[in-house]
């Protein structure tokens, strides 16, 4: 199956070791909250809904014929369960590693902390144990640091695919984290590294879950960091990077951010390579045989049973592909054997092809099309809360030659986004395939980050201006 497995892999490399596993196992949600006391760290309790504006998609997020659930409002939320796999990172080795990605090095580049979290979350209305890992400073002054949000790509669709598990993420968050920041990467529901199987597959390319476990991720940093063997604490700031399926999540935080997690302040967005209008990218999926065919497939075998249409793939697939799919995702984090070399018309219903040759007509085509529409963030019904800061905004970032996620269908994602209000900075790496544009656009998106950080406004000039594609800094 092409899928970008190893979207961040190779972006850095560094050896890192794995230890003893941590319970996931929840308390009840009537239990007093085990939100730590910190002498040194203020914590400020998660909060869900609570205006006018948010209060009709926490209350009713359920989309495309799902069972009605609403979000809930819990003090746990954010919670640490546990941790495991520390590993202490020498300043010296994220110097050798930030200057082969061109990153300009700061005066001061950190010793960092490397560990992954289990932590709570929820999803569809009910409390769950989800894995991430973080990494920060351990040889700063006492005090705050920021938080960054890391968001991978395509890696699997179940438990023993989840990234943390990899060494090049634990490198990548690692150098990030010498840069002074506390970066998180959750490893997304459906993708637990340790505490036992989730039970069902992770919902690939579902907005919602992925952003909400994200934001929840955010709030477990404050949580690590007050316990007393750290000497920092977290503010309520973050940032999200995300590259290919992990840019659609992140434009999903944008989006979801305002209504799950109004603590907090997001400061800045960056999303790569990302499918942003998942409607059209199937639609073209659906009319040719592309790379991104095999992303449909994942897609609705994959997500279906988040939505409660897992019994309906017949409706989708052609036999036996309808039942040997799903047991294939759950079997492999590349289970593209089982199609590998198909056609639409070997892979598909015909109906659902016909319905594709016209978007409209994809999209009325329940729940199938209404999934797709759902989750793009160009036809999605959820409205954006647009920030108050004059510092926020996203830098979207494409790649000329990428032939996974379509650049063309993207370069009107980014103008649809910009006509709809969202206050953007276009990037496109000259040259660069779906994985060459994250790593060549580097530089540029550690001094987005940090400019946003700065709370400096993007140049007037290059908001929703979307220039020729260019060379990216990091280019070989």
Request: glycine share 8%.
């Amino acid at each position: 199956m092409r899928t970008d497995l190893t979207f961040w892999c190779g972006v850095l490399s560094l050896g890192l070791l794995a230890c003893a596993a941590p319970s996931s196992e929840l308390p009840d949600e009537g239990d007093k909250p085990t939100i730590p006391d910190s002498a040194r760290c203020t914590l400020t309790k998660p909060r869900v809904g609570g205006s006018a504006d948010s209060d009709g998609l926490a209350k009713a997020p359920a989309q495309c014929g799902q069972t009605p659930f609403a979000w809930l409002d819990s003090p746990r939320l954010g919670e640490v369960n546990g941790t495991d796999m520390r590993e202490e990172i020498d300043a010296s080795a994220s110097r050798v590693l930030l200057a082969l990605s061109k990153i300009q090095i700061p005066a001061t580049v950190h010793d960092v902390a490397v560990e992954r979290l289990s932590y709570t979350t929820q999803d569809r209305g009910t409390l769950l144990a989800a894995t991430s890992l973080i990494a920060y400073p351990t040889d700063m002054p006492k005090g705050k640091v920021d938080i960054l949000v890391v968001l991978h790509g395509t890696s699997g669709f179940t438990d023993k695919c989840a990234p943390s598990n990899v060494k090049d993420t634990r490198a990548l968050v690692a150098a990030l984290a010498a840069l002074g920041y506390a970066v998180v990467a959750p490893d997304y529901i459906g993708q637990r590294a340790v505490g036992g199987p989730t039970g069902f597959l992770h919902p690939y390319l579902a907005g919602q879950p992925t952003a909400i476990a994200s934001l929840d991720a955010v709030r477990a940093v404050a949580r690590r960091l007050a316990l007393p063997d750290s000497s920092l604490c977290s503010g309520t700031r973050f940032a999200t990077v995300g590259g290919s399926q992990g840019g659609h999540a992140a434009l999903w935080v944008d989006r979801l951010w305002p209504y799950y997690a109004p603590e907090l302040t997001q400061v800045g967005v960056v999303a790569t390579v990302p499918p942003a209008d998942l409607l059209a990218e199937s639609a073209r999926a659906l009319t040719s045989t592309v790379p991104a065919t095999n992303n449909v497939v994942a897609f609705f075998a994959a997500t279906s049973g988040w939505y409660g249409a897992g019994g309906r793939l017949s409706e989708v697939f052609l036999p036996p592909l309808d039942e040997e799919l799903p047991v294939a995702l759950a079997m492999s984090c590349d289970p593209g054997d089982k199609f590998k070399g198909k056609t639409i018309g070997e892979l598909f219903q015909p109906a659902l092809l016909a319905a594709a040759s016209k978007q409209e007509t994809l999209r009325a085509l329940s729940p199938w099309g209404c999934m797709a529409s759902e989750n793009g963030l160009t036809t999605t019904s959820v409205k954006r809360i647009s920030p108050a800061s004059p510092g926020y905004g996203i830098l979207y970032v494409t790649g000329e030659a990428d032939t996974l996620v379509n650049t063309e269908i993207e370069r009107h994602s980014f103008d649809t986004l910009c006509q709809q209000g969202m206050r953007m900075q276009y990037l496109e790496c000259a040259g660069a395939s779906h994985t060459k544009a994250t790593t060549w656009a580097l530089p540029e998106i550690v001094q987005f980050i940090g400019d946003r950080f700065a709370n400096l406004p993007m140049a007037a000039d290059k908001v929703c201006v979307r220039p020729a594609a260019s060379r990216c800094s990091a280019t070989p």
